[in-house]
């Protein structure tokens, strides 16, 4: 089954006393898997957590994930004195270096990094972990599903441009044979047909090629990521592809290669959209 790396997922819930527990994920096409996080001030040390859960069920994609904590009561602001003694002491001693006469306000100095926060914060990210952890879960389970339901489309796609590659080899197939056929017969010499048919004969990359899309084909049914083959795959189509269009003497034939790699590039498009 194909999957998709485009997808979304959110739950929400009350989780008593922290209150109202918002969790959204994202995914978009990426080469590997690359998560990005936005947590609340305090909850900064669950990343890993809910990373180990992302990478079970995802293998490729960047991956957002936003999680909002709504209080609904009110909570004692913590301001850590000593970090902001320290702060002080460094900035006292640079301004004295560099004689710097700038006198540093109180609103810069609060909010620099870990002088505020939430008093609850600092030992709930063990008590809130049970229940945030379902809550990835679930909105998991929604982003793989909608993942899950764009393979399955890309599949279909892939399946109808991979036929129409068949059907365009197989018209340039039996028309190149004659092409050769008559090229050849209206030829006097063999060292002149020998050298004609290795400027202009077809027929390998027309079975490579051919070879390729069967392959394709075949890998569209394969479970797990597949993505990075097909797209192999694909470009080794395109080298056939440009192979025939640059040996072809025949303005049908060209035009045929012209759609073909058009279809491919198509076809290639869509395979950077698979985990």
Known sequence: ???SMTGFGSRQARIPPFGKVSIELRSVNHKFLDMVFHLPEGFLSLEDRIKKEIEAKTKRGRVTCVINIISEEASAVFINERLLKNYIGRIKNIKKRFKIKDEVRLDTL??????LSLAGSRSSKERIWPR?????????????KMR??????????LKSRAGALNNNLGIIKRRSK????????????????????KETDITEEVERLAFHI??????LSKPGPIGKELDFIAQEMQREANTMGAKSCNAAISTRVVQIKSQIEKIREQVQNIE
């Open 214 to 219: 069967q392959n394709f084909k075949n890998r």
């Open 148 to 157: 899950q339901k764009e393979g399955r489309a890309l599949g279909a796609y």
């Open 132 to 144: 945030l952890n379902l809550l990835v879960n679930q909105a998991l389970e929604d982003l793989v």
């Open 178 to 197: 004659k092409v050769i056929k008559e090229k050849c017969s209206q030829i006097k010499t063999d060292e002149e047909r020998a050298s004609f048919l």
């Open 1 to 3: 089954m194909l999957n």
């Open 110 to 115: 609060i909010h620099l990094p870990g002088i």
